[in-house]
């Protein structure tokens, strides 16, 4: 298993190409079981999780082509309808292809996720909004079982946000007979995102980027072209990074406009941040300023961002009070943080951070993705060599980390 052995202690200066984002391409990806024409893909990124994605839509039928950045898929003699758990295990997002092959194969056998390292992450609002859609569903042997003729448009109203919730009722309701209307939606630029992918194949989608969905079910959809948006959590992290660790960071190919509330923090933190239409420039010249941090979903404070501003504040002037809403076990990095001298307390969904003047290099384990950005940046600010162990967490997540770390001037090396 890959480690990364990090010497920290040097400021960051350079510039960065954001990749693709994860959590707008898995989704994009399981929407081309709603054509049987090819959905040709730019801009997605190479992780484990894509890759994934990729194996499992290969398993049901859909023939897919990688050639860098670009991926083709053509779910016209789509064969199976059934997402094993060897896949799903490995990746909750899994549950994405619920939606869709319901919806125009009028059969799913998706196996049940289960819990994971942060949280119980039910999905029982995806099963009632398919229910609401007339699909019969059904736990058997650990996998949800979906049936319906063809699905109706119906009012759903979700009991929480949720990201991927929102996204297999809108991908599912776009072949549905009538109109849906999804309440209490996610507005996650990724769910936009998908919404101009499916219009692109033909969808009927309105109200995306806000908490009403409406979506007026057609025959079938066609093949399309879609370029996925700029990952907002990889820009994010990085600039998190140069913000703890000082010097002078530019981001290419970032979609600023959607990242407001790291942004916010950011300058809390007392980071100088320039931006314009696809760029950001950071520059921290100064020890950072803890902040407090409270998770929501978006526009508020992604959860995804939670760990790498409690790094950020681990090393910060004063105290920092971090506030975690959306899963109730996304702390893990906490305890390894300690590892490197951090000075945190945990009570419940909160963690209070007292910034210690340095951190100093030790062996930590990464535990989940987002877990794992938070020790790179911690390590990256450590005096000494840190060992982060487990960092295919990291791969599942971040394109090129390492390269993309190294040019700009950090210390980082993979050791297999
Ligand atoms: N929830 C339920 N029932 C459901 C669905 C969700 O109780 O049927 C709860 C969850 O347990 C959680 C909350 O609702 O407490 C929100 O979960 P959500 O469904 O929004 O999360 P998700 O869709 O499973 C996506 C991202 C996550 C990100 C969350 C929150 C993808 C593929 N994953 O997950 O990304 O943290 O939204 O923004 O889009 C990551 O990239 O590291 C990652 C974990």
Same mark, same amino acid.
Request: aromatic share 16%; proline share 5%.
């Given at each position: 298993m890959d480690k990364f052995r990090i010497l920290g202690g040097a400021p960051l200066a350079g510039r960065v190409e954001v990749s693709g984002a994860k959590n707008a391409a898995l989704p994009i990806l399981c929407a081309a =079981?709603? #054509?049987p024409e090819a959905l040709v893909l730019e801009n997605v990124p190479q992780l484990q999780d894509v890759g994934t994605t990729l194996r499992l839509l290969g398993r049901l039928g859909v023939k897919t082509a990688r050639e860098g950045a670009r991926v083709t898929l053509e779910a016209a003699a789509v064969d199976s309808v059934e997402a094993p758990y060897d896949l799903v295990k490995t990746m909750r #997002?899994?549950? =994405?292809?619920l939606g869709p092959l319901v919806a125009r194969f009028g059969e799913a056998r998706v196996s049940l996720p289960g819990g994971c390292a942060i949280g119980q992450r039910p999905v029982d609002q995806h099963i009632k909004g398919l229910q609401a859609m007339g699909a019969s569903i059904e736990i058997e042997h650990g996998y949800v079982v979906a049936k319906a003729s063809r699905l109706r448009g119906a009012r759903v109203v979700t009991d929480m946000v949720t990201v991927t919730g929102t996204e297999n009722l809108m991908m599912a309701a776009t072949l549905a007979d009538g109109e849906t209307v999804i309440e209490n939606a996610a507005r996650e630029p990724e769910v936009v995102d998908l919404a101009a992918a499916l219009v692109a194949m033909g969808a009927r989608i309105e109200g995306a980027g806000s908490d009403r969905i409406v979506v007026r079910g057609v025959e079938r959809l066609h093949g399309a072209r879609h370029r996925v948006m700029a990952d907002r959590i990889e820009a994010g992290t990085f600039l998190a990074a140069a913000a703890a660790a000082g010097g002078e960071i530019t981001l290419t190919g970032a979609l600023p406009d959607a990242m407001d509330a790291t942004l916010d923090k950011l300058r809390e933190a007392g980071a100088v941040i320039e931006t314009g239409a696809d760029w950001i420039r950071l520059a921290m010249r100064a020890r950072p300023r803890a902040v407090n941090v409270r998770t929501a979903p978006y526009?508020? $404070? #992604?959860t995804d961002m939670q760990a790498q501003l409690m790094a950020l504040n681990t090393v910060a002037e004063g105290t920092g009070v971090i506030t975690e809403t959306? $899963?109730?076990?996304? $702390?893990?990095h906490a305890l390894e943080l300690q590892r490197l001298g951090a000075d945190i307390t945990i009570e419940g969904n909160t963690a209070v951070v007292r910034g210690v003047p340095r951190l100093s290099g030790a062996t930590v384990m990464a535990t989940d993705l987002r877990a794992s950005a938070g020790l790179v940046i911690a390590a990256l600010v450590a005096e000494g060599e840190t060992v982060i162990e487990r960092i295919y967490h990291l791969d599942r997540g971040y394109e090129g980390m390492e390269r993309k770390l190294a040019a700009l001037g950090a210390r980082v090396e993979r050791v297999s």
């Open positions: =079981l709603l #054509a #997002a899994s549950i =994405l292809v526009p508020g $404070f #992604a959306i $899963f109730e076990n996304r $702390f893990m």
